[in-house]
């Protein structure tokens, strides 16, 4: 059974940090190109960072780029979001999923978590 299961979001400060994992099971994580998206109250889901089989190549949105990180441990079958210089504006349920192609695009994603939670205060 395919499982992703998210952990270490919290309550932080602006200007604070979190590390997101996600653990995956079921499934040969290093077949996958791994995402991360987000979705805060009252808006959709949208796309923040994702990383191909190997990692050796990532992508993030706009809005996280120069202060998120993504990486993955396929012998851990665990893939990380580190997240540095939070705002207000990131507070959202963190999801990761799993894709075979990847992308930017929610529908594309095959496998999903069911999130965690970050709030940041100000």
């Known amino acids: 059974q395919v499982q992703l299961v998210e952990s270490g979001g919290g309550l932080v400060q602006a200007g604070g940090s979190l590390r997101l994992s996600c653990a995956a099971s079921?499934?040969?994580?290093?077949?996958?190109?791994m995402g991360w998206f987000r979705q805060a109250p009252g808006k959709e889901r949208e796309f923040v960072s994702a990383i191909n089989w190997s990692g050796s190549s990532t992508y993030y949105s706009a809005s996280v780029k120069g202060r998120f990180t993504i990486s993955r441990d396929n012998a851990k079958n665990t893939v990380y979001l580190q997240m540095n210089s939070l705002k207000p504006e990131d507070t959202a349920i963190y999801y990761c999923a799993a894709d075979r192609s990847g992308g930017v695009v929610s529908g594309q994603y095959d496998y999903w978590g069911q999130g965690t939670q970050v709030t940041v205060s100000s």
């Open positions: 079921g499934f040969t994580l290093r077949s996958y190109y």
